[in-house]
């Protein structure tokens, strides 16, 4: 039985997505052959649309793919008013739209408290079915330093959310980790408020985000919630 387009269409996105992770910048812009239902979603060499001055560099450091097509990746850029302290980037495509940049390294963005915060890395990304980007950054926050962070919301709009240091309960919220996006959007990590106690967080850490934490016993578990993911 032949698969609906739909079907072929995200197959064949990914597939064009994860080819594209393995070109390498060292023979300039390259030009890949039209292939039936593969839709190409960038090539080493070819402009972003929104900012023709802006070009890919290399191929992808990494992707992440959503089962409805949507497709975000980490390289290198290069052009117009890009230097060595800028040329790192998130790239963002949605189905049907042209490849664009969501961050980029050198960015100001903001957390939740208002604060201006310097990203200085982007070290991975997810994305949902429905748009919506998580990305774990090392950053220079204002109140803590050099610190490690997690950014999150719709590709229009992302946030700060979690960072090494953050206040949270009279607590210092220590490095999060493991971060993963449910395909409904949820944002899920790891992160411990002391050295002993790892809890499993979802969305801004707090009383109400908190999934699970080891040492606490919960309703239907005889047992305290053992040590889990590190």
Known sequence: MKPPASSLSRSHRQ?????????????????????????????????FEAEPGVRLASGFESVALSPSGHVVGIGRIAGDGVTAESDQALVYSAPGSPPRILLREGDLVRDLDQEAVLI??????????????????????????????????????????AYAGQEVDGLKLVVPMSLSLTAGGHLLYHASLT??????????????????TEGVTYPGMPDKAADFVR
């Open 15 to 47: 597939l064009a997505a994860a080819i594209g992770c393995l070109i390498s910048a060292a023979t300039g812009p390259v030009a890949l052959p039209d292939v039936p239902g593969i839709e190409r979603v960038l090539t080493v060499g070819e402009a």
């Open 120 to 161: 200085t890395r982007i070290r991975e990304a997810f994305v949902d079915q429905h748009g919506n980007v998580a990305a774990h950054v090392d950053l220079t926050h204002p109140l803590v330093g050099k610190s490690l962070g997690i950014l999150t919301g719709p590709a229009s709009h992302l946030e700060l959310i």
């Open 195 to 212: 050295a002993t106690t790892n809890t499993l967080w979802s969305g801004r850490p707090g009383p109400d985000s908190k999934v699970i």
